[in-house]
């Protein structure tokens, strides 16, 4: 069954333009130009140099500013003035820590978690 499109609606388009709607075409045409001033090319290549210089000066100011804020705190320092009172109290020596760190496994069967230190027997 061919589709038979409905004439009265408002969305489809006429067939053929009438005489009339053919010349508001051509005068709304003519009146409206496209300003040739505002129209832009290509970009220059004295535009992109300043595009690059500005990034270039972005990211030098927030890599400075990264590297100003660390080394601001490697000056800081503790120690006690000369105002301080020099009768302070020795401190006691701290005892060692002891070495908890494993030696070497060289010993045979010996293992280092759970696993039985010989294979079951096949059955």
């Given at each position: 069954?061919?589709?038979?499109p409905?004439?009265?609606?408002?969305?489809?388009?006429?067939?053929?333009?009438?005489?009339?709607?053919?010349?508001?075409?051509?005068?709304?045409?003519?009146?409206?130009?496209?300003?040739?001033?505002?129209?832009?090319?290509?970009?220059?290549?004295?535009?992109?140099?300043?595009?690059?210089?500005?990034?270039?000066?972005?990211?030098?100011?927030l890599?400075?500013?990264?590297?100003?804020?660390?080394?601001?705190?490697?000056?800081?320092?503790?120690?006690?003035?000369?105002?301080?009172?020099?009768?302070?109290?020795?401190?006691?020596?701290?005892?060692?820590?002891?070495?908890?760190?494993?030696?070497?496994?060289?010993?045979?069967?010996?293992?280092?978690?759970?696993?039985?230190?010989?294979?079951?027997?096949?059955?």
């Open positions: 069954m061919a589709y038979i409905n004439r009265d609606d408002p969305f489809l388009p006429s067939p053929s333009p009438s005489i009339e709607e053919m010349r508001r075409r051509d005068r709304m045409e003519g009146e409206f130009q496209v300003d040739p001033e505002l129209a832009e090319g290509p970009a220059s290549r004295m535009r992109v140099a300043l595009y690059a210089v500005a990034i270039l000066a972005v990211l030098g100011a890599f400075y500013g990264l590297n100003a804020a660390n080394n601001s705190s490697q000056t800081a320092s503790n120690t006690p003035t000369s105002a301080a009172p020099s009768n302070m109290a020795q401190s006691t020596p701290q005892p060692p820590v002891r070495n908890v760190t494993p030696g070497p496994n060289s010993s045979p069967g010996v293992t280092t978690g759970q696993a039985p230190s010989a294979p079951a027997p096949a059955k």
